[in-house]
């Protein structure tokens, strides 16, 4: 059996009679984590890219295939997704990369842990480390994706201004309550790989439920459930107020946010109460 005191620095027990105390030394180790995080980052970029040939072109396909299929499929009248205030393929690929970088965000966490099992039963050091390094990664990822964002409002003359840059604030809260998810599930989803695996089933269902290639419906049972989906009012928020747009799911967005901020330092607290127990099941 492995000697339990590589896991004493994730101990909790005693520490959660205080929270204070446990609270500081998460931020404390939250803190501690900052260098790690952006050495882990870089590392995993590069080891990314270097076993790739066409590289940061891979970040553009999706939203543009997406957007491709699902014009094709509106202008043969296969399928009517109502009307949207800007031009259908620009709306497509902006609510596409807003859901990629949900759906990255909640994989994060537990892609993180999963990779960092071994390092973390031999080397004592945040556990947050490995999070905060994902994290980062879906920042860039984020970011290269901007250049397409930015060349789809150029070539459709979208109106943007100074005032579209609030819309960091609600992808902020899209970040977050994907991270929140990704924490609460990352110890199982190491624990037990169906958790992963019914995940992609999960996200395929829940994007049809999300208004990413249709706009948000005014009426019905359908409506409702859109409307009070987690994931709806983020990302509309978040694509309203980069378009400068009547802000149509403002007290579902307050609460989702709420949620997500609250439900972070929640499942922040499980992760490292379950974290040497994982490590120590999954036979890293």
Known sequence: MQNKSHYSYYQADSDLRQPANYLRQLINDLTASGELSLVLFLRDTKAAYRQSILGIFWAFVPPIVFAAGFTLLSK???VNFGETNIPYPAYVMLSVILWQTFQESVRAPMAGLAESQAIMKRLRFPPEAVVLSRLLGVLFNFSIKLILL?????????????SSLLALLPLCSLILFGTFLGLLLAPLAVLFQDFSRGLTVVFGFWMFVTPVVYPVP????FATIVRYNPASSLLVTTRETLLNSELSLLPQF???SAVGMVGLLLAWVLYRISLPYVIERSGA
Do not use: C, N, T
């Open 76 to 78: 043969a009248k296969v």
């Open 150 to 162: 930015i060349a789809v409002l150029i070539w459709y003359r979208l109106a943007v201004d100074l």
């Open 218 to 221: 005014e009426s019905g049972v």
């Open 254 to 256: 307050f609460l989702m």
